[in-house]
Every structure is written in structure tokens, then in C-alpha cells.
């Protein structure tokens, strides 16, 4: 079995505040999801989760403020427009659009950080090495 | 002259005394066309109108206009090239109120030719032809059909044949940014062929014509290794429409779903969690 890599977008108010929530907790999860913190989860532009895949990484996560919770009051709006539509591209591409995955956890939500990121580990593994689809 | 030509020639010396200038094609030495701007004083010119095959006008209009921003022009304009001025003028890249359309309406040979699915002007005041119905896109389907496998298997046999010239970008009517993500080093390994799999650059260049497509064709036309690029925007453009209540060129003061604010019952219709 092998270790898929995972990376994290996290947004900065939220996301990763439950990060650091789940960590003080002492919650379990899964050290495949490699962290980048960002100002907001509307930073993530769909060509840097695609440039993500190309340099091998086998499933992406872009984790940000509940809708209207937003610290910079609708950025999270911008995610919530254009990451579903990155996901049909990927579908018709021919890429499983279940490897990026896009959700909402709060400063406070620190199981359900721990739950997201088990459950999306969980389903990477399930699938082929991203790499190895490409060839 | 065929009765078309004709008709269409009649609308333009009716509309000519009253405007600078008619942009439509003309057939020149050798049987090659191009867009041309038809005048007054050189009304002799009218003799090489022609009809087939299409070519983007929109972005002549537009070139024209920016150096001449004063100019009342006409435009001879298909259903697809009505749209692409319409999505123009909603990201300011035209001045509607100076613009007269000449609606001319497809055949249905050069609807099926396009798998154009609406081969009819809507807001052009005078109309050359008889507006059609839409004919069904057989190679959209097809490939909406196939599976993740055989998807990707067809999508890279398409791309290991571009030859990154840059022509879908650069005929493209909506694609008009002064600096170009495709340009980035950052995104597209520019200079390398065949390019890597999956594709940034048609990746990227599909994710921008995202509720901007018009589906003109002009790309898939263009393109020295034929690659029918433009089945994705089509079936991205299903799901704009799905997702936001969007379409490209329908409505005139619709604004296009890329700004900022979620609207009312949109959130829900994206599919993401709560």
C-alpha cells in the first residue's frame, strides 16, 4: 500500500485556527495532508490546484471559512464559484474530480477537522497513485 | 451571386449611408477571405462581399474601435459572433451604443459544420435569412459519455499533439488580458513539446473560458493539430448554466457569474458541503 500525498490549502482565520484546534485537542489524523496556510481560501486559483496535481501530488484539499463567516467578508465566495467548476473540468479530463476536495471548518471545528482530513485520506488511498493515471 | 449574398448586400447598401463603415468579409485575389470594412466611398468594393467561411470579426471590431472609439460601425454577425460581442461589451472591451448588428442567420450546412447549438442572432435589429434550430454536437456526447479511463486516454492522444502555437488564445474573441496566465512560466512550461501530462495549458485556457466561451469555434478551427478543445468549454458552459443561470451572450445586462457575490439559491446548486 503507499502513502498518497496530500496537500492542504488552509485559510488563515479559520481552517487552520481548527488545525491548531485539533492539535491542542490531541485529535488523531492521518500525516499524509501536507499544510500550506493562505490568506484566504479565495487565493486558491484553479491553476495553482492544477499545477498542485502536475508536481505529483495525489489529491488537494482547500479548506476555508464557513459561507459568510469569511474574514475578508466574501472571499470564500469566490472559492465556492470556481472550485466546483475545476472539479467537472477534471472530470472531463479525464481526472477522478473526487481528488480535490473542498469544505468549510471554523477556528472552533477542530474534530471536524480531524474527521475531514481522515475521511479524504481514506478516499486517496483508495485510488491509483495519481502519477501512475497520468501515463 | 446566390440569393443569400444578395439579401445580405441589399441590408448593407440600405445601412451604409448611415453609418462610417460595414464590417463584414471580403473575398480577395486568390479566393482567400478576410474581415474588411466596407465604406461609403469605396462602395465599388461591395462586389467581393462574401459570406463562407466565417472569420472573427468580433476582434476586428474591437481593433477598430479602439482606435476610432467615436466610429458608428455596422457589423455583418452570425449567431456566435452576436454572442462574442455581447460577453465583449460586458467585460468593457467594446462600446455597445455605437454598434448596428446585421443578423445573419446560418444555413443548416453551416450549422451542422459548427455543431453549433444556436446558429441565430437575438438582439440584431436586421436579419438576413431565416433563423434555424440548434443541430446536436454528436462529439460532445460522445466524449460526455466515455469513462474517466478512456477520457483521459483521448484527451492525451489530443494534447500530445499541440504544438503550443498559441492560435486558440490568440483568435479567441473573449480572450483579451494584457498579461496571460499561458505566458506564466509559473503555470505552463512554455517552450516544452510534446507538453507534459495533464495539459496546464489547455487545462488553465479551459478553466478561463468558463462562462466566457460563446462557442464560436473559432479555436478548434484554427488549430494545426485539430484538437476539439472546444467540447470542454461546451460542457463546462452546461454546467455555468446548471450552477449560476448562466449564458454566455443571451442577456445583455446579465453580469457574468465570476463576480465576487454569491447569489441567492447558487450556493446550492454548486454541490458543495454546507
Known amino acids: 500500500m503507499y502513502e498518497p500525498k496530500i496537500i492542504g490549502f488552509l485559510c488563515n482565520w479559520c481552517s487552520y485556527r481548527g488545525a491548531d484546534t485539533a492539535g491542542m485537542a490531541r485529535l488523531k489524523y492521518p500525516p499524509n495532508v501536507k499544510i500550506i496556510r493562505v490568506p484566504c481560501s479565495g487565493r486558491i486559483s484553479p491553476e495553482l490546484v492544477l499545477r498542485t496535481f502536475r508536481e505529483g501530488a495525489d489529491g488537494v484539499m482547500v479548506l476555508g471559512c464557513h459561507i459568510g463567516d469569511c474574514h475578508y467578508s466574501n472571499g470564500n465566495h469566490r472559492t465556492a464559484k470556481r472550485m466546483p467548476v475545476l472539479k467537472k473540468l477534471l472530470e472531463y479530463t479525464g481526472i477522478d474530480p473526487n481528488r480535490l476536495a473542498v469544505d468549510w471548518v471554523s477556528a472552533a471545528e477542530g474534530e471536524k477537522f480531524a474527521n475531514v482530513i481522515t475521511h479524504f485520506t481514506e478516499k486517496i488511498s483508495a485510488l491509483p497513485p495519481f502519477v501512475e493515471t497520468m501515463k | ?274
Open chain 2, 1 to 274: 451571386m446566390t440569393d443569400r449574398l444578395l439579401s445580405l448586400r441589399q441590408v448593407i447598401d440600405r445601412v451604409i449611408p448611415q453609418v462610417d463603415g460595414v464590417l463584414a468579409i471580403k473575398r480577395g485575389p486568390g479566393g482567400i477571405v478576410a474581415p474588411f470594412l466596407f465604406t461609403k466611398a469605396q462602395s465599388d468594393t461591395l462586389d467581393q462581399l462574401a459570406i463562407w467561411p466565417k472569420e472573427p470579426t468580433p476582434d476586428t471590431l474591437k481593433i477598430i474601435q479602439h482606435a476610432h472609439p467615436e466610429a458608428k460601425l455596422a457589423i455583418v454577425c452570425r449567431g456566435c459572433e452576436e454572442r462574442g460581442i455581447v460577453e465583449m461589451f460586458k467585460h468593457h472591451q467594446l462600446v455597445w451604443d455605437n454598434i448596428t448588428l446585421i443578423g445573419l442567420q446560418c444555413t443548416q450546412e453551416e450549422a451542422e459544420f459548427c455543431r453549433c447549438a444556436k446558429p441565430y442572432t437575438v438582439h440584431a435589429s436586421l436579419i438576413v435569412g431565416e433563423p434555424i434550430k440548434g443541430v446536436p454536437d454528436p462529439l460532445t456526447e460522445k466524449i460526455a459519455a466515455m469513462s474517466l479511463e478512456e477520457k483521459q486516454a483521448f484527451w492525451k492522444d489530443e494534447f500530445v499533439h499541440c504544438i503550443k502555437c498559441y492560435g486558440c488564445r490568440n483568435i479567441c474573441p473573449q480572450c483579451f488580458c494584457n498579461i496571460c496566465a499561458l505566458e506564466d512560466e509559473t503555470w505552463v512550461e512554455t517552450g516544452r513539446l510534446p507538453m507534459p501530462n495533464p495539459s496546464m495549458y489547455h487545462l488553465i485556457r479551459a478553466m478561463h473560458m468558463t462562462a466566457k466561451c460563446v462557442a464560436c469555434r473559432e479555436c478548434e478551427e484554427t488549430c494545426p493539430a485539430g484538437i476539439p478543445m472546444a467540447v470542454q468549454f461546451r460542457l463546462i458552459a452546461r454546467d455555468v448554466q446548471e450552477m449560476f443561470s448562466y449564458e454566455t451572450g443571451a442577456v445583455l445586462d446579465q453580469k457574468p457569474p465570476q463576480l465576487l457575490v454569491l447569489e441567492e439559491g447558487e450556493y446550492e446548486r454548486t454541490g458543495l458541503p454546507h
